[in-house]
């Protein structure tokens, strides 16, 4: 069995794990040629596809609110000039990520260069 390792900066495969190894992503490598090669033989049944990570809600207003320094000079300037900037901010970061967010991981599909490259693979030896 594979699976396949997904780089959360790039959002592109760049690893394939085994029970026994990790190896890039990358036909010069032997350790993926291999796995083309069982792909092949097996079928596609043998590869599972990268983990996706949701973020929950917590997450999401985090990544967004605005520092505690500028929450408090958006206070301090709501107060001296009678506005609701704070509260109107925090509302609509809280509206746009509700606690129904609840995030978690799923595994996500086969990417179509792998039955690409199984086919090449499959094509290169039938020659």
């Given at each position: 069995m594979y699976k396949l390792i997904l780089n959360f900066e790039t959002k592109e495969i760049s690893?394939?794990?085994?029970?026994?190894s990790v190896f890039p992503s990358n036909s010069a490598n032997s350790d993926y040629q291999k796995f083309i090669q069982d792909v092949a033989e097996q079928g596609i049944e043998i590869v599972e596809g990268p983990d996706i990570?949701?973020?929950?809600?917590?997450?999401?207003?985090?990544?967004?609110?605005?520092?505690?320094?500028?929450?408090?000079?958006?206070?301090?300037?709501?107060?001296?000039?009678?506005?609701?900037?704070?509260?109107?901010?925090?509302?609509?970061?809280?509206?746009?990520?509700?606690?129904?967010?609840?995030?978690?991981?799923?595994?996500?599909p086969i990417p179509d260069w792998v039955q690409e490259a199984v086919d090449a693979y499959n094509a290169s030896i039938n020659t």
């Open positions: 690893c394939i794990e085994t029970t026994n990570i949701e973020p929950s809600y917590t997450e999401l207003r985090a990544a967004e609110y605005p520092s505690l320094q500028e929450q408090e000079d958006m206070k301090y300037w709501d107060e001296i000039n009678g506005t609701t900037v704070w509260r109107d901010t925090i509302t609509a970061i809280k509206d746009k990520y509700p606690k129904t967010i609840t995030g978690g991981t799923t595994i996500g």
